[in-house]
């Protein structure tokens, strides 16, 4: 799996868009970028993935960048419900995961 | 559809016993993923459970082991524990086959493990 490094913590407002960046730069050409975030006291959640195009879906956008060394989630319009610690993993699809320890996101009124 | 399932959601032991953690995957999931997860720390593989054969496994001692049944349901077996084995223990399911496989996972909300 794909060393990942993110930010430690993050401040949002809320309603704005929260973008949370990861730099994975030994990222093979098989390995997808993983997005999963963990509320408190939670099991960790799917947010979205993608091998090289940028995906949108109901939760968040990715955006990867062209040499596939970095990406950002984006979360449009952030609300107090999106404070959690936020996961980019660079794996193969086989379900094995490498957690770092992540991004927390506060989002603030 | 139901999504996983974990029981007990917390228990305590004390070191030297064992503990059987159990974990009921989605509905259509056919692949079982357990981690540990300490406090403060990012959750870490432990073991993947695919066709009731473990299919990979992490930096975990023997004395970590477990089962998938044909219902594709799974078992964490912890012996001996030691007192840094308190954690949250999280299973997590996929859908694993020809054309099928995205590596999205499912977690279960946990058991949380305190060994005095």
């Known amino acids: 799996d794909a060393k990942t490094t993110q930010p430690t913590s993050m401040d949002c407002a809320e309603g704005r868009a929260a973008n949370l960046p990861c730099n994975h730069s030994?990222?093979?050409?098989?390995?997808?970028v993983y997005w999963y975030r963990q509320i408190h006291s939670q099991g960790p959640q799917y947010i979205i993935h993608g091998l090289k195009n940028n995906e949108t879906n109901e939760m968040a956008s990715l955006i990867i960048t062209e040499d596939r060394k970095s990406s950002t989630l984006i979360l449009p319009h952030a609300t107090l419900r999106d404070t959690a610690v936020y996961y980019c993993?660079?794996?193969?699809?086989?379900?094995?995961?490498?957690f770092g320890q992540g991004t927390t996101l506060q989002v603030k009124p | 559809e139901t999504g996983v399932t974990q029981s007990p959601t917390h228990l305590i032991k004390t070191r030297g016993q064992q503990v059987t953690l159990r974990c009921s995957s989605q509905?259509?999931?056919?692949?079982v993923s357990w981690y540990q997860q300490a406090l403060g720390q990012g959750p870490q593989f432990i073991f993947q459970?695919?066709?009731?054969?473990?299919?990979g496994r992490g930096n975990f001692p023997p004395r970590f082991s477990g089962l998938q049944f044909p219902n594709y349901s799974s078992e964490l077996n912890v012996n001996a524990l030691e007192l840094d084995d308190s954690a949250l223990y999280l299973c997590?399911?996929?859908?694993?086959?020809?054309?099928?496989?995205?590596?999205?996972?499912?977690f279960g909300e946990g058991s949380r493990l305190t060994v005095l």
């Open positions: 993993i660079g794996s193969g699809n086989t379900g094995k995961l490498i």
């Open positions: 997590a399911s996929s859908l694993v086959g020809a054309g099928k496989n995205t590596g999205e996972l499912f």
């Open positions: 459970y695919y066709r009731e054969e473990e299919n």
């Open positions: 509905s259509g999931h056919n692949t």
């Open positions: 030994t990222i093979s050409g098989n390995e997808y």
